[in-house]
Nanobody
Framework: VQLQASGGGLVQAGGSLRLSCAAS????????VAWFRQTPGKDREFVAG???????DYADFVEGRFTISRDNAKSRMYLQMDSLKPEDTAIYYC????????????????WGQGTQVTVSS
């Protein structure tokens, strides 16, 4: 199993980025997928998730700025991030196949390597 995240980078506040994650998980279309993020010294935190049934969930801090989506035919997931803020600066991780609560990092079985997002003020 491999998850390859990409699309991070440096952007000014108010700008946009689109993260992508390619997953070589055979059961991808039947699995929930999610994005988490982490900053130094802090726990990995939930950003957004989408179930096999396309039902989505977002962290409160997203405030309508991010959109999670998936393409089962390509085994890919995406996170469109708009109106970025400096506090969104973090390493963003994709995750596939949960065995517990969607917002709990411990519930996810497979993780990508992370992609750095830096938002300048």
């Amino acid at each position: 199993v491999q998850l390859q995240a990409s699309g991070g980078g440096l952007v000014q506040a108010g700008g946009s980025l689109r993260l992508s994650c390619a997953a070589s998980v055979r059961t991808f279309r039947y699995d929930s997928v999610a994005w988490f993020r982490q900053t130094p010294g802090k726990d990995r935190e939930f950003v957004a998730g989408i179930g096999w049934d396309t039902v989505t969930d977002y962290a409160d801090f997203v405030e309508g700025r991010f959109t999670i989506s998936r393409d089962n035919a390509k085994s890919r997931m995406y996170l469109q991030m708009d109106s970025l803020k400096p506090e969104d600066t973090a390493i963003y991780y994709c995750a596939v196949k949960r065995v517990g609560q969607m917002r709990a990092a411990s519930a996810w079985q497979y993780w990508g390597q992370g992609t750095q997002v830096t938002v300048s003020s």
